[in-house]
Structure formats: structure tokens, C-alpha cells
């Protein structure tokens, strides 16, 4: 006899053997014995967690000789012919590679004859979210009224791929994923079963990589005796699995919480070198910190050893919830850049760089800053009434701009242009002098809204250092919130355009300031100084 898999030698045969579905075990054994057998079921639930073999159990149940409370016996001539597949009254159908009109019709043609050996002709259609629009048409009407003697199972791990009017016909069981220590306890009955040494920690390894499923538990248990060796312990599901070892997550982690770039990418270059997938590594540290948090917040953990607890519990110590919280995020937008990525590596180590960089995490904080502070200015309720008031003058203003600057370009303006041009300069002139159009367009500034640009412009001088560039001098120097605030390419684009508007030109901004003067401010620090240069009063409420 040829090998067979370790999921299908160990298939549970009765409802009592299916683990963790106890809700629906329990139903269809009640409907059995009650003799309330419907004629259409739909099993839905993700992979490996029992739908086909649930399916399979009841197909002998309802058609077993000698059942006994609503369980089939396997052993009578129908339990023994539908297992080892030489009953035709139970028919298994591939949805995903038979789904046309034609197999559906074969089935409309089938049911019309009665079993040949069994009580109830059975179909059990797997994947049945497979089955083109047509085939679920021709479905419709068998399924809804078959003959007494047809019953139909649907099995699908998708069922909102399905129709409303074929749900509608079935009576729908959903299978949850198997909890994890469910998982280890059927683990433990198979190995001691197949004569297989098992640690505890490798157990718990494997119920947690199946994610609630427990074919694919199996799976797993089956890679690791394919050596020849019937014995397996945490090491060895790691090296088959490709899932570095936690000293090194546990490094690696440590690294980019204390800002060591060169641990980091040593740690990261002797994983790789052992030839772990990167997409496992960084799930593996995603989910390292995601414990750490775990254990900050609630002081539990699974799945550790007790040395392994009291690193976690260092770390944890060590840094701050928000901390934490922000690397489970960074970490998880640069699992979704390096999916799409050619260079993965690459990718990988260069975001774990600027995990590293603590200067890059306060320009970050900055950056945020800046976003709060101009939230804040757009949803106060004052200053919103007063830029509603000032809405009028703003769309004066910029027509007059745009007016000028088109009037100075033209070669030649006649009577009208001159009168508007006039008319627009009495908002502002074009002059080659600074000091007479760089107040205007500070001012104006604060008239279109932009209070957070208008105050880190406030006594600031411009000087025009030659025909094309203008300097912006800072005499009280620049803070480093400003000069993100400043920086911003939208902010120097608006200035620039400002600028060449005045003078008539293109001309470029040029910022000019001590850098010996730059010093970060605090949020709180920012709002104030808003509040005391800018004539505009709100309050901030903590």
C-alpha cells in the first residue's frame, strides 16, 4: 500500500473526532437521530478546518445501516463502500475544475434515478464559490426541490462569492479557525500514534504557523519526520519553516529600539546568510514587539520561555507604549513596500536604517507637529469665521495679482489694461525694492489663510541678492519647526510665486538664517508662539 499523508490517514470518521466545531457536530447529530434531515447544507469556513470531512460524516450518517446517536458505525456495507470510494450514491464534485453548465446538467440529469445501493444519493460539491453564473443558474431549481432521495452538501471557503438565491436554499453552518491548544491536543494524538518525539514548545510553534488550521498543522508535523528522524523540537520547525531564531529577532529588535544601525544590520546580514526568507524576518520582529506591547500592557505572554520573558521584559522597560505602537506600524508599511519590490533586501535593510536613525524620528515628529498645529488653525471655530470674512478680499487680491503680472509682460497695454493695472496696484506694486513688497506679501499671506506660514515670516527682511534670486532673512534666526514648515515644497512654491509676481519676473527664494540659532520647540511651545505673534485670537483646550 502506497504512503499516505498524515491529514488524510488521520481524518476523523465520526462527528465526535472533528475538532473544535462542536456547535455544528452537535446539530447534525440532533437532526440524524431526529430524522430532520435537510435536503441542501453549506459549510463555509476557512481551510483545514473540517468542512469536507464534516461533510463526509454526514454523507455515511444519513445513509449508514446501523447508526448509533447520529454517528455513522463504519462499519456496515455503506460506511466500508464510501470509504474507500466504491459507493457511487456519495458523489464528490471539484467546483474549481468542474464548474460549467454542462457538469451542473449531468448532476439535473443524475438525480433523477434512484440510488443504487444507499438510501440517499449524496453530492457533496467542494469550492462551490467556483461554479460559473450559468451553472449556479441551472443549480437553482435542484437545489431548491430535489427528489426525496437526493441530498446536497456545499462546501466553500468563500460564500459571499455566492448568489443570494443559492444561500437562500441551504442551510448554512460556519466553521470557526480550531483554537490553538485544540490544535496541540490533536497534534499529541497523532504523534503518539506515528511514534513521533515532540517538544511542548514545538507543538505550541505549530498550532500557532497553522493559524486555526489543523490540515495545515499536519502538514507541518509531516515536514519535519520526512528526515527520517521521529523526533522534532523547536529548532528544527524553525530551520524547515524558515523562521529565524528568536535570539536573533530578540537582537535585532533591541538594536532598533537603542538606535544601533551597525548591531542591527550585523544581525540582519548573519540571518540572512542561514538563508531565512526576509518577508518571515520582519513578520517575526513585527510580531516580537507586538508581544513586547502584549506584555507591557497586560504582563501575559504565550509561547516563551522564562529567560525568553525577562528579555522581553528589559526591553519593554526600556521604551514607551507609543514607541512600540509607531515601529508595529513603520514595520508594517515596509512589510507592504518590500512586497512589491524587486530589491528586497535592499528595501529591507534601508528601512531598518532609518528605524535606526533617531534624528529621522524627530524630523518625523516634526512633520507630525506641524500636521496638528494646522488642523488645529483649520478647525477653530474663530479663526474659521474670520477667513470667511476675509474670503471676499482674498479672490480680490488674487485677481488683481494675476491681472498685474500679465499687464507688466504684455509689450504693449492699452487704455483698459492701464485702468486695471491702476486699479490693481493699489493692492500692490511692482518695485525692485524689497522692503516695499515683501511686507505686503507677508500680510496677504496671513489674508489667505496660511496663519502657520504668515507667522514663521513675521520680522523677516527681503533682500534681492542679484536679478533672479531674493533672500529671506531670519534676524531672530529659524526654529526647526519653522524650517519644516518653511521647506515644504508647496509652502516654496507659494512664496516663489508671490515673489515673481511683485517683481514682475521669475525669481528664485533663497532662505538665509544662522544655523547655530536652530532649536526644537515643543508642540505646546509652537501653539503658543502662534497665539502671541498672530492678532487672530482662539484658545487651546487641553
Keep these: 500500500m502506497g504512503y499516505t499523508a ?38 463555509n469556513g476557512s481551510r483545514g478546518t473540517g468542512k469536507t470531512t464534516a461533510a463526509k460524516v454526514l454523507a455515511r450518517s444519513i445513509n449508514c445501516l446501523n447508526p448509533k446517536d447520529g454517528e455513522p458505525c463504519n462499519e456496515c456495507e455503506i460506511c466500508i463502500g464510501a470509504l474507500n470510494g466504491s459507493l457511487t450514491d456519495i458523489v464528490e464534485m471539484d467546483a474549481a475544475s468542474n ?45 431548491e426541490e430535489p427528489p426525496e432521495h437526493v441530498k446536497f452538501i456545499l462546501a466553500t471557503t468563500e460564500p459571499q462569492k455566492l448568489p443570494a438565491t443559492i444561500l437562500s436554499r441551504c442551510q448554512r453552518f460556519d466553521f470557526k479557525r480550531i483554537a490553538n491548544e485544540n490544535i496541540k491536543k490533536r497534534l499529541d494524538i497523532v504523534c503518539k500514534e506515528s511514534n513521533i518525539e ?14 486555526g488550521a489543523l490540515r495545515d498543522a499536519l502538514s507541518i508535523l ?8 521521529n523526533k522534532i523540537d523547536e529548532d528544527k520547525i524553525k530551520d524547515l519553516v524558515g523562521i529565524p531564531k528568536i535570539t536573533f529577532v530578540h537582537s535585532i529588535t533591541e538594536s532598533i529600539i537603542n538606535y544601533n544601525v551597525d548591531e542591527a544590520l550585523k544581525n540582519i546580514d548573519t540571518v540572512l546568510e542561514e538563508g531565512k526568507d526576509i518577508t518571515n524576518l520582519l513578520w517575526e520582529v513585527i ?19 522564562e529567560s525568553e520573558k525577562e528579555n522581553i521584559k528589559a526591553l519593554g522597560e526600556n521604551t514607551s507604549k ?30 531598518i536604517i532609518k528605524l535606526c536613525n533617531k534624528q529621522a524620528e524627530t524630523n518625523d515628529n516634526i512633520e507630525q507637529r506641524v500636521e496638528k498645529i494646522e488642523k488645529y488653525l483649520k478647525s477653530n471655530k474663530t479663526l474659521n469665521n474670520e477667513l470667511i470674512n476675509m474670503q471676499a478680499t482674498n479672490n480680490v487680491y488674487t ?66 541678492l542679484n536679478d533672479m ?25 507659494e512664496i516663489t510665486n508671490l515673489v515673481s509676481m511683485a517683481c514682475g519676473k521669475e525669481m528664485q527664494i533663497k532662505y538665509i538664517t544662522n544655523p547655530q540659532e536652530i532649536h526644537i520647540q515643543s508642540a505646546e511651545e509652537d501653539l503658543k508662539n502662534i497665539a502671541n505673534k498672530s492678532d487672530i485670537q482662539f484658545n487651546v483646550i487641553e
Design 322 to 351: 507609543e514607541k512600540l505602537i509607531d515601529l508595529v506600524y513603520k514595520l508594517s508599511e515596509l512589510e507592504n513596500d518590500i512586497k512589491w519590490s524587486t530589491q528586497k533586501t535592499i528595501m529591507f535593510q534601508a528601512g
Design 198 to 211: 515532540i517538544t511542548e514548545e514545538a507543538l505550541n510553534i505549530i498550532a500557532v504557523l497553522s493559524e
Design 99 to 143: 464548474n460549467s453548465v454542462e457538469d451542473i446538467r449531468s448532476i439535473r440529469e443524475e438525480v433523477n434515478f434512484l440510488p443504487t445501493k444507499a438510501k440517499y444519493r449524496v453530492y457533496i460539491i467542494d469550492e462551490v464559490h467556483m461554479l460559473s453564473t450559468g451553472a449556479f443558474n441551472a443549480l437553482l431549481k435542484t437545489l
Design 399 to 464: 485677481q488683481n495679482i494675476q491681472q498685474n503680472y500679465r499687464t507688466s509682460t504684455q509689450p504693449k497695454a492699452t487704455s483698459e489694461t492701464k485702468k486695471t493695472t491702476n486699479k490693481a496696484n493699489t493692492a500692490i506694486k511692482f518695485s525692485s525694492n524689497s522692503e516695499e513688497y515683501w511686507p505686503e506679501i507677508v500680510n496677504n499671506l496671513k489674508q489667505n489663510g496660511k496663519i502657520v506660514l504668515y507667522t514663521n515670516l513675521i520680522n523677516t527682511k527681503a533682500v534681492e
Design 469 to 493: 534670486t531674493v533672500g529671506i532673512q531670519f534676524p531672530n534666526g529659524m526654529t526647526s519647526f519653522g524650517k519644516t514648515v518653511l521647506e515644504k515644497q508647496d509652502n516654496i512654491r
Design 222 to 229: 509531516e515536514r519535519c519526520i520526512q528526515d527520517g528522524e
Design 287 to 305: 510580531k516580537y514587539i507586538k508581544d513586547i506591547l502584549v506584555y507591557k500592557a497586560s504582563g501575559k505572554l504565550e509561547l516563551y520561555n
Design 6 to 43: 498524515l491529514y488524510r490517514k488521520f481524518r476523523p470518521l465520526t462527528f465526535s473526532e472533528i475538532v473544535g466545531q462542536e456547535h455544528i457536530t452537535k446539530t447534525l447529530r440532533n437532526q440524524i437521530t431526529a430524522n430532520r434531515v435537510g435536503h441542501a447544507y453549506l459549510f
